[in-house]
């Protein structure tokens, strides 16, 4: 018996566990690429349309923000289930990683807009004054100044969206998605296996941590003050 | 030239206008440092963002050069704001980006693409600031004069006719502030730079403008050349104003000479008057004496100026007068 199999009697299967990692990986690579992407475009909408901003749609604003404040109060797991007719019209199926993405976009992007928000607001009313000034049309302004402005910032919303996705493809293990949450679901909690319990849950630490020392490092590198 | 004619502004607040600005018309000749000088609060600010419409006016007309500028739609407003250049009290650089892509950045707004002439051109600037060995750094390793220095390089990058100051000293210490007022004073003298500034300091007036507007509560209270409105202010606030420029003429005030005999006297003496022996020579040829009280010999801009405050005595005082004004001398008398 190896010493492996002493600490841990019920895992016999370790590549399942290797499996799972890469699922929660591929789910929380494909959800966080696809939440930048819809929620870059929805923080900019926010932040232009809010009062006293470049573009001032109240209305626009009004709707846009309540619409991310009821995405934002539904709980995930909740939503996720709510979300499963969606899913199915989106991608075919409610299962797998597949079937994982979109409820984890749809329940991230409007979190992630809102750090784009604030992360934009923090940029100095000046420097636009002074674009506006040069004769800076409003895609520049996003383009060349608010955006690299707020890098810091967006680079650190990243990070928290990321590691806020690590709990969501989790949860995802309770309806079937597969990844860490699925294994520490079905073995730890249905079967008493807490051997794969702690494994997996030792797992997402290290994860979580990785990811912030990762987007740490990067918002440290980009931060001009 | 910039021109307003009737500008007016006022803020909607809650339902309700606020006047920012009363009804105006004023010319700013080509090539001239025009000084708008104001307590905060009278409408300064918003004056000089009218002239590039980061403000636009409740009513009125402003041209620039033969542009109308209330007449513009977007496109056509941004290609007219390339041609003034502004800069602001905190810089406003961009934080993210080196000094050379701070001044590359109009011109990249502009269209510009090729990494050549931006670099031809950001050299250019960045020596004419003194700045070429500070092109890699970031803003916020600079000092503020510095950064300032890169505001004025940003500013100049599409070549602009114009130049708009926004409190641009007012965030430096008295040495800084010389050497940036020198440098805008270079700039308008090499080339031929209309420059508009506005600042709370009657003393950026006196070094760097030709003519200078007072600003109080929303009006213009008062303008002309400086050297007029600097020796003969008429309005109280530009009393205020220049009082602080001079401390010592504050204190010549009538009080403190109620008990010098003979007639109280302001002597103005601008450029040649200045360098001759004037006073010396008529004292002796008209017989008065004069007691000198206070006073100070400076320039404004690069024409030199003195104001005494002297009490004169002696049986010919009159004449001694008259001959002053013939040397072309100005004379104020405070008290018979």
């Given amino acids: ?55 001032p749609m ?66 100095q009313q000046g420097v636009i004054e002074a674009s506006q000034a040069m004769g800076a049309s409003l895609w520049q302004i996003v383009r060349h100044v608010l955006l690299p402005e707020a890098r810091g910032g967006l680079l650190a919303g990243i990070t928290v969206t990321a590691i806020a996705l690590v709990g969501y493809t989790a949860m995802g293990g309770a309806i079937g998605s597969g990844g860490l949450g699925d294994l520490a679901y079905r073995y730890g909690y249905l079967s008493y296996k807490s051997d794969y319990m702690l494994v997996t849950v030792v797992l997402l630490i290290l994860l979580v941590q990785a990811l912030q020392m990762i987007g740490d490092r990067i918002v440290a590198r980009y931060k001009r003050r | 030239m910039i021109r307003f004619v009737d500008v007016h502004k006022s ?46 006016p ?103 006719t114009i130049l708009l100051c926004d409190e641009a000293t007012s965030a430096l210490d008295p040495q800084t502030t010389a050497s940036v007022l020198e440098l805008l004073a270079e700039i308008n003298r090499e080339l031929k730079l209309t420059i508009v500034l506005i600042t709370h300091e009657m003393d950026v007036v006196r070094r760097v403008c030709d003519r ?60 040649d008057a200045t360098l001759t022996p004037a006073l010396g020579r008529v004292a002796r040829e008209t017989g008065v004496e004069f007691n000198l009280l206070a006073g100070r010999i400076d320039r404004i801009k690069d024409l030199p100026y003195g104001q005494l405050t002297l009490a004169m005595q002696g049986e010919r005082v009159d004449a001694a007068l008259a001959a002053l004004r013939t040397a072309g001398i100005e004379i104020e008398e405070l008290r018979r």
């Fill in chain 1, 58 to 123: 109240p209305k626009l604003y009004a709707a846009t923000s309540l619409l991310v404040n009821i995405l934002r109060s539904v709980p995930f797991i909740i939503l996720m289930i709510v979300l499963m007719p969606v899913t199915y019209a989106l991608v075919g199926t409610k299962l797998g990683i597949r079937g994982a993405i979109p409820p984890l976009v749809i329940g991230a992007a409007p979190f992630f807009a809102r750090l784009v928000e604030t992360a934009l607001r923090e940029v």
């Fill in chain 2, 11 to 56: 803020y909607r607040v809650d339902g309700r206008d606020i006047p920012a600005l009363q009804p105006f018309s004023l010319d700013i000749a080509d090539g001239e440092v025009f000084g708008i000088i104001g307590l905060s609060g009278a409408g300064k600010s918003t004056l000089i963002r009218l002239i590039n419409l980061l403000e636009r």
């Fill in chain 2, 58 to 160: 409740s009513g009125g007309r402003i041209f620039v050069g033969n542009t109308e500028m209330t007449a513009l739609d977007e496109p056509a407003l941004r290609a007219q704001r390339r041609r003034i250049g502004m800069i602001f009290q905190h810089f406003n650089l961009l934080a993210s980006q080196t000094v050379s892509d701070n001044v590359a950045f109009p011109l990249r707004l502009a269209g510009e693409r090729d990494a050549g002439v931006l670099r031809a051109r950001v050299d250019e600037l960045l020596a004419r600031v003194g700045l070429s060995a500070h092109a890699d750094k970031y803003p916020s390793q600079l000092s503020g004069g510095q950064k300032q220095r890169v505001g004025i390089a940003r500013a100049l990058a599409n070549r602009p």
């Fill in chain 2, 212 to 271: 200078v507007a007072v600003l109080d509560a929303g009006a213009i209270v008062e303008r002309g050349a400086v050297a007029d409105v600097f020796l003969h202010p008429q309005h109280p606030t530009t009393k205020r104003f220049v009082n602080e420029a001079l401390p010592e003429e504050a204190a010549s005030e009538l009080a403190p000479f109620a008990r010098v005999p003979g007639r109280l006297l302001r002597l103005s003496f601008r450029g």
């Fill in chain 1, 1 to 55: 018996m190896n010493p492996l199999q002493k600490l841990f009697p019920n895992i016999d299967d370790w590549g399942e566990i290797g499996r799972a990692c890469i699922d929660t990986l591929l789910m929380l690579g494909g959800s966080l690429a696809l939440t930048v992407l819809i929620g870059l475009p929805l923080g900019v909408l926010l932040y232009l349309t809010g009062k006293g901003q470049l573009r």
